[in-house]
């Protein structure tokens, strides 16, 4: 017979006071998820996901990106962002911005 799970208690976690930001600005650009970023020292491009900070004051940003085919989940610190691009050229995002159009061609006929 499996145990059972002992009852954990609904003390606060490390991160439930953290703040969680999706969109803001970086070097007076707005940035939202999806955007593309180059990162100083990094080789690729990376994708923003969020803007983190803690209780305690250190922020950070989550990125997904790097060399082609070999993408990671990476966290960057905020002077680290070297260029904020106005053009995507991923392929995910390409690909993403392709899908929207053909599926406002089919809406629009």
Not at 44 to 61: A, L, N, S
Request: glycine share 8%; hydrophobic share 30%.
């Amino acid at each position: 017979m499996a145990r059972k799970k002992a009852a954990t208690p609904d003390a606060p976690k490390p991160n439930d006071n953290w703040q969680i930001k999706t969109e803001m600005q970086i070097n007076g650009r707005n940035v939202s998820k999806g955007t593309e970023l180059k990162v100083k020292g990094q080789r690729g491009r990376f994708r923003f996901i969020k803007y983190v900070v803690t209780e305690t004051g250190h922020e950070w940003i989550d990125a997904i990106g790097g060399p082609k085919g070999a993408e990671q989940w990476r966290s960057f610190h905020l002077e680290d962002v070297r260029t904020v691009h106005v053009k995507n050229q991923t392929i995910s995002n390409l690909a993403k911005e392709y899908k929207q159009k053909q599926k406002d061609k089919k809406n629009g006929l």
